[in-house]
């Protein structure tokens, strides 16, 4: 059976007992239809096949690439694209393989693509909060016009609540989320529709409002969710290894670099040791104690705890899976790109 | 022919002309083997068979998989591995196939690692300053002694001055330069050979020293090298459609985020806007005019200039070829990975 260290470094690892613990919480408080995953966090239609088995049959969609991967496998029961798009054509393909997708609209532009591209259901994006998409409360009735004029129907409202999601104190995120829903409940008073698709791993349990929270993160967790108090761990890590150490030991350098994770929220976290610059193939680490039985030595694997998971799993082609220290297979990660 | 809009956003466009001109200008001070390009910066085939017709046939690599590639491709005549790596088998596959590879050591460790995959040729990878692999001065006569030992041949030595890259006044840059290349003249003086790799773009022609220059940007030059009065420009951009517009056009939202561009050296730049801020699969965008003949509408196409462009290329399948405003094929981005 093969171990962390058979394998080229880096690469992504998914500590499989943790990610079925995180699953586990998340089913016990949202199970079924209450639970409409993301599958920009992941882009991998193995996690989602895996998802599908657990009670989650709806999943929400960031790319059409990513729709494109999930009908293609078999998955494509009940997608949403929960992002605005004007690619008509390849959403009229979508609806020729017989796909189900709903699409997000917020502008006339994007109800004519819809329209223009076979789709039958839309939800009104609404602005919450978070500068990004969304009409303003103003347009909902006007918007919703126009669509129903097109012939669309209009199955409920959705607005992300984005800007919320790292609020650390609960009491206060509880508050934020709140606000922010009474502008999607005007929404939906105004639109219509059985849907309110809302929330992320922040706030899924804070949610009261959304009848479907979007939620990928929390199979994974960022570090930056760490001061947050959730309920989920970190289950990903990026595997490096020590390729280089200073003389006086004051410096080690890993084979991890931004080509390997992002680092808009921060650079990665270690045990012993802290980053103090990356470069695109590199990390450079200060040793917390260089002299000690823990200091770095050329050849250590060592593992990276991951800021922000998402554009992190994005630059990697599959996460490979371990278990009690031993590699139990790889997902893919097969719906990057656009 | 197509046009940039018949193409699915976000993508990376380069500027023939402009790449061509910037090819041009590092001809005419560094051709030949004055010049061995850095494979890191663009992981293509394609392009490294552009350089090779323009009269460089060394290429330089930060991976394996790099080299690899290049051998698949029939440009493993000369290649430089310019990082230290531990994988003994993965080398010893290259010398079956064929590739004349040599390898960068800074520690017993990495030389035992070379000489297990039957590579010949090193050399002495020198800590010139920036804290990033490189051994120290005082251990080079100790590695040369031991690499020798071990039957390598010590071709000569390799010192990145990357701490020096973005130094903005000229002769700063150029003294710092000079400083740095002491010691690794001195480092040269103790394990010998014929060949002194070092520099990169913002060093091409200040760097004295090197034999070589290891450069690879400047075919498409970061934004972070506008401050330091480079002869080259910016061929590369990021081609994103403009997906929602908030009511009172304060804020505009494009389809390209951190999923498409690497923020390591800031937020891309942009015609008529500021980037507010940058969300996985979008950026909002605060237009300098809103009111004005050049506000931003739904549908647009815009082009994000690219702060870091190593790590951006390295998030996308390929290079979209740009002339006089007509997509002229692409590039495969094919080295990706590790």
């Known amino acids: 059976m093969r171990k962390l260290n058979d394998l080229q470094t880096p690469y992504l690892a998914v500590d499989l007992d943790i990610f079925q613990r995180n699953l586990e919480t998340m089913q016990s408080v949202r199970s079924g239809s209450s639970l409409r995953p993301h599958v920009k966090a992941f882009k991998s239609t193995d ?3 895996i998802l599908k088995q657990s009670g989650y049959s709806g999943f929400c969609c960031a790319t059409i690439k990513e729709l494109e991967g999930l009908v293609a496998s078999g ?3 009940d997608l949403l694209l929960a992002n605005e798009t004007l690619n008509a054509s390849r959403l009229r393909s979508l609806v020729d393989h ?3 997708v709903t699409v997000a609209v917020d502008s006339t532009e994007t109800i004519d693509a819809a329209k223009e ?3 039958r259901n839309v939800l009104l994006d609404v602005n919450v909060g978070l500068p990004r998409c969304g009409c303003d409360l103003k347009d909902v009735e006007n918007l919703s016009t126009y669509a129903r004029r097109k012939g669309l129907n209009i199955l409920g409202v959705m607005g992300y609540e984005g800007h919320l999601m790292f609020t650390p104190d609960r009491a206060d995120r509880k508050q934020g989320v709140a606000k922010a829903m009474q502008v999607l409940k005007e929404a939906h008073s105004i639109a219509g529709g059985d849907i309110i698709s809302a929330g992320g791993t922040g706030t899924f349990d804070l949610n009261e409002l959304a009848t479907e929270i979007q939620a990928g993160s929390f199979l994974f967790m960022d570090t930056r969710y ?3 108090g959730l309920p989920f761990e970190e289950s990903l890590t990026i595997v490096s290894t020590i390729i280089s150490i200073e003389r006086d030991q004051s410096r080690a350098v890993c ?4 080509k390997s994770f992002a680092t808009d929220y921060g650079k990665p976290k270690l045990k012993n040791g802290v980053i103090e610059f990356c470069s ?3 990390s450079t680490i200060v040793p917390t104690e260089p002299r000690s039985e823990t200091a770095f030595k050329v050849g250590d694997l060592i593992r990276l705890r991951v800021p922000h998971v998402d554009p992190t799993i994005a630059k990697h082609p599959r996460l490979v899976c371990l278990q009690e220290g031993y590699i139990r297979g790889d997902w893919k990660v097969d719906l990057r790109g656009w």
């Open 280 to 282: 695109d193939e590199h």
């Open 226 to 228: 760490s001061t947050v």
């Open 255 to 258: 084979d991890a670099g931004v």
């Open 47 to 49: 996690i989602a096949g």
């Open 75 to 77: 998955l494509g029961d």
């Open 117 to 119: 591209g076979g789709i």
């Open 98 to 100: 017989g796909a189900q």
